[in-house]
């Protein structure tokens, strides 16, 4: 499957919330970033050409955020947020700038349940603060 057939795919509840986040994202990466699937779901990742060791668990591409359209909830996956503290707090603090909502989150994983309440413009922010060159020095530190 590929993205475009993911996004047919997705519930129509979900669909344009989805199309709209992975967009958002999509515009506020910095250079180094290619969307491809991996494991099932649409995802921007560090290239094998741009760093050849690949993810550690599988050597596919170095994943760095995940989209998914659930059946409860849009998730996004940040592989950085997990790994930066500094992002995290950040993300955190800034959340309620945006939201009246209580932050849905675990590790990685960024969760809104409402279609209509997510902060495209936060999200665009957090897709743009970490660099290709920063998420492989921030992975090969092993802080993941």
């Given amino acids: 499957m590929d993205i475009e057939e993911y996004i047919r795919q997705i519930d129509d509840r979900w ?10 994202i999509g515009e506020n990466l910095p250079e180094g970033f290619q969307a491809e699937m991996q494991h099932g779901i649409p995802t921007y990742v560090v290239p094998k050409k741009t760093y050849p060791e690949g993810y550690h668990v599988d050597g596919k591409a170095l994943p760095f955020i995940s989209v998914a359209a659930q059946k409860r909830h849009l998730a996004i996956y940040h592989m950085g947020i997990y790994s930066d503290n500094e992002l995290y707090e950040w993300f955190t603090e800034t959340y309620p700038e945006h939201m009246t909502t209580k932050l849905n989150m675990g590790k990685s994983c960024i969760r809104f349940s409402n279609p209509d309440r997510v902060p495209y413009a936060l999200l665009g922010e957090l897709a743009g603060k970490m660099t290709a060159e920063e998420w492989i020095e921030l992975y090969e530190s092993g802080k993941m």
């Fill in 15 to 24: 669909q344009d919330a989805f199309i709209e986040v992975w967009r958002t």
